[in-house]
């Protein structure tokens, strides 16, 4: 550990980010220099959370926020956090799925949930770790909690990437679209044009659909292209500014309305299993599920998304019969 008192944390919220690789570590910058919680960061190598805790904690003064951060190796070390967030796994390498990722990082989450939540039994989760549907199943599973309490993080990502690729298109601010993607966070994902604007405006009168066509498919590919790019790993700035919208919409009880890796009992027709959807986000997890209306070709889409992440719900499960 650092030298830096556990005790200092309380009575803030606290935020345990699990993994102290790229996304963990940059996630627990955002959460600091949003001045959002105290962040404890373990990871299962040995100096590693606590090098980077002592690194950002030295940056506080000039970022101006009085958090406070912990690396460490110990879960005891992160007790009574509000927040849990698995981003510890194996990243893709290029020609890897997600999918690929399914039982090497299934073992990952379920070691490393069950030792957060035994010292934070009241903490909501957030699954960061690809494959993101299915982990985020898994999870939910191994932890006993109820469904609001347990989301992935994916639907946030797929539709900021939307966002840039519109805006870059069009030339103007990103803060200005307002994009909307559905489903698996794969190359199945469903982005919706029809629910996404700028300004207000349906896109679909700004850009034609040839090219609309386009942005969508890159879009659903658009980890795979950051992938290609770095050779080694993939894309971590963009997905840990996703989580830290979420993790504040919780902490401030913003009750945002997040596009998120829910648990669907039956609305939009599917049923137990987890899938990007839109959802209202505050302070003691999802609040409530949107049902967008769909066209059938849209209905269909989404459907075939949920097929691609239910086939790989039994291999993952599978992890838990064989007390991984």
Same mark, same amino acid.
């Given at each position: 550990?650092?030298?830096?008192? =556990?005790? =200092?944390?309380?009575?803030?919220?606290?935020?345990?980010?699990?993994?102290?690789? #790229?996304?963990?570590?940059?996630?627990?910058?955002?959460?600091?220099?949003?001045?959002?919680? #105290?962040?404890?960061?373990?990871?299962?190598?040995?100096?590693? !959370?606590?090098?980077?805790?002592?690194?950002?904690?030295?940056?506080?003064?000039?970022?101006?926020? #009085?958090?406070?951060?912990?690396?460490?190796?110990?879960?005891?070390?992160?007790?009574?956090?509000?927040?849990? $967030?698995?981003?510890?796994? &194996?990243?893709?390498?290029?020609?890897?799925?997600?999918?690929?990722?399914?039982?090497?990082?299934?073992?990952? *989450?379920?070691?490393?949930?069950?030792?957060?939540?035994?010292?934070?039994?009241?903490?909501? $989760?957030?699954?960061?770790?690809?494959?993101?549907?299915?982990?985020?199943?898994?999870?939910?599973?191994?932890?006993?909690?109820? !469904?609001?309490?347990?989301?992935?993080?994916? /639907?946030?990502?797929?539709?900021?990437?939307?966002?840039?690729?519109?805006?870059?298109?069009?030339?103007?601010?990103?803060?200005?679209?307002?994009?909307? *993607?559905?489903?698996?966070?794969?190359? =199945?994902?469903?982005? &919706?044009?029809?629910?996404?604007?700028?300004?207000?405006?349906? *896109?679909?009168? =700004?850009?034609? %659909?040839?090219?609309?066509?386009?942005?969508?498919?890159?879009?659903?590919?658009?980890?795979?292209?950051?992938?290609?790019?770095?050779?080694?790993?993939? %894309?971590?700035?963009? !997905?840990?500014?996703?989580?830290? *919208?979420?993790?504040?919409?919780?902490?401030? #009880?913003?009750?945002?309305?997040?596009?998120?890796? %829910?648990? +669907?009992?039956?609305?939009?027709?599917?049923?137990?299993?987890?899938?990007?959807?839109?959802?209202?986000?505050?302070?003691? /997890?999802?609040?409530?599920?949107?049902? &967008?209306?769909?066209?059938?070709?849209?209905?269909?889409?989404?459907?075939?998304?949920?097929?691609?992440?239910?086939?790989? &719900? !039994?291999?993952?499960?599978? +992890?838990?019969?064989?007390?991984?």
């Amino acid at each position: 550990m650092t030298d830096a008192p =556990l005790s =200092l944390f309380r009575p803030s919220t606290q935020v345990t980010v699990v993994g102290a690789g #790229n996304v963990g570590s940059t996630l627990a910058q955002r959460l600091l220099e949003r001045n959002l919680a #105290n962040v404890v960061l373990v990871d299962i190598v040995a100096g590693r !959370p606590q090098g980077v805790a002592l690194d950002l904690s030295q940056a506080a003064g000039c970022e101006g926020h #009085n958090r406070t951060i912990v690396g460490t190796n110990d879960y005891q070390d992160t007790a009574n956090s509000d927040i849990v $967030v698995i981003t510890a796994g &194996l990243p893709r390498r290029p020609g890897m799925t997600r999918d690929d990722l399914t039982q090497v990082n299934g073992k990952i *989450v379920i070691d490393t949930l069950r030792q957060a939540l035994a010292v934070s039994p009241q903490a909501s $989760v957030i699954v960061v770790t690809n494959p993101l549907d299915v982990m985020t199943y898994l999870a939910w599973k191994v932890s006993g909690l109820p !469904p609001h309490r347990v989301m992935g993080m994916a /639907g946030v990502l797929d539709s900021v990437r939307f966002q840039t690729f519109i805006a870059w298109e069009l030339g103007v601010s990103p803060q200005d679209v307002s994009a909307v *993607v559905l489903g698996g966070h794969g190359d =199945l994902m469903v982005p &919706l044009p029809r629910y996404t604007t700028v300004s207000g405006i349906p *896109v679909t009168e =700004l850009v034609p %659909a040839p090219r609309l066509e386009q942005l969508m498919e890159r879009t659903r590919s658009g980890g795979a292209e950051i992938v290609q790019l770095l050779k080694q790993g993939g %894309a971590y700035y963009a !997905p840990a500014s996703s989580t830290c *919208v979420m993790v504040e919409s919780m902490l401030l #009880n913003q009750r945002r309305i997040l596009p998120l890796a %829910a648990h +669907l009992t039956g609305q939009y027709g599917l049923d137990d299993l987890y899938l990007g959807v839109p959802c209202r986000l505050g302070q003691g /997890g999802i609040e409530e599920i949107l049902e &967008l209306t769909l066209t059938p070709a849209e209905q269909a889409a989404l459907e075939r998304s949920a097929a691609a992440v239910k086939v790989q &719900l !039994p291999r993952a499960l599978e +992890l838990l019969c064989g007390g991984a």
